[in-house]
Nanobody, 125 residues
Framework: QVQLVESGGGLVQAGGSLRLSCAAS????????MGWFRQAPGKEREFVAA????????HYADSVKGRFTISRDNAKNTVSLQMNSLKPEDTAVYYC??????????????????WGQGTQVTVSS
């Protein structure tokens, strides 16, 4: 069982930056691949970024490549998402997620995750 709590969302102007953090409970954090999804109003939840249990493998959605960076600290049970050059279309609720199926699972499925409660990111134009 993993419990996830996100923080760091807020309102920022286009071109600005935000850093999201996700704190996980549980002694087996390092065995989970971690990642982020987002969901904008009226749209389906979509993949944003994922990182393997070791931090050695990362995946990004094409829409955020080169702007977002995912990282993790297994000693602190945290995963972060650094978001730069934000655009209005990045506006969404961002969800932290954990899965035992590996980081590539984030590219294939919206199921079999532990989820955080979500944090709102709003980018104004």
């Amino acid at each position: 069982q993993v419990q996830l709590v996100e923080s760091g969302g807020g309102l920022v102007q286009a071109g600005g930056s935000l850093r999201l953090s996700c704190a996980a409970s549980g002694r087996t954090f390092s065995s989970y691949a971690m990642g982020w999804f987002r969901q904008a109003p009226g749209k389906e939840r979509e993949f944003v970024a994922a990182i393997s249990w070791s931090g050695g493998s990362m995946h990004y959605a094409d829409s955020v490549k080169g702007r977002f960076t995912i990282s993790r600290d297994n000693a602190k049970n945290t995963v972060s998402l650094q978001m730069n050059s934000l655009k209005p279309e990045d506006t969404a609720v961002y969800y932290c997620a954990a899965t035992k199926y590996g980081s590539s699972w984030f590219l294939r499925s919206l199921y079999d995750y532990y989820w955080g409660q979500g944090t709102q990111v709003t980018v104004s134009s």
